[in-house]
């Protein structure tokens, strides 16, 4: 278990695929090619998760070290340039993502 106190924010975007077969796995492809490693690139990145339903609805939860990290890499920059492209791929997303500060997380790891 780990309590964050308040610095850890989290961006998330809803997003739709347009459900034709393989749509999903194409852009969630896109992204761990395209998109993740230009997120290790940023300042203050922390991970990121993709959820997702059989219909094709999903959500990308983004986790940042501060605020001012998470802002700084959606405004500008070839994070914010790489997740422009995907859209078409994504289909209907919120018309903006979502920030919050995490409260708290667990994340229990196997030893190795």
């Known amino acids: 278990m780990i309590r964050v106190g ?11 695929v347009d ?3 393989e749509a999903f796995d194409t852009a969630q ?7 993740v490693p230009e997120m290790r690139k940023q300042n203050g990145y922390e991970g990121c998760y993709v959820l997702r339903t059989p219909k094709g609805g999903g ?4 986790l940042w070290e501060d605020r001012d990290s998470a802002l700084a890499a959606e405004r500008s920059g ?29 994340h229990p790891f196997a030893p190795d």
Do not use: C, S
């Open 19 to 21: 459900f034709r077969g």
């Open 6 to 16: 308040g610095t850890v924010h989290a961006t998330v975007l809803n997003f739709a």
């Open 29 to 35: 492809t896109a992204f761990e090619r395209a998109v």
């Open 59 to 62: 959500m990308l939860v983004m």
């Open 78 to 106: 070839p994070f914010a340039e790489q997740m422009q492209a995907l859209i078409p791929l994504l289909g209907k997303t919120t018309a903006d993502a979502q920030r919050y500060d995490v409260a708290f997380a667990d």
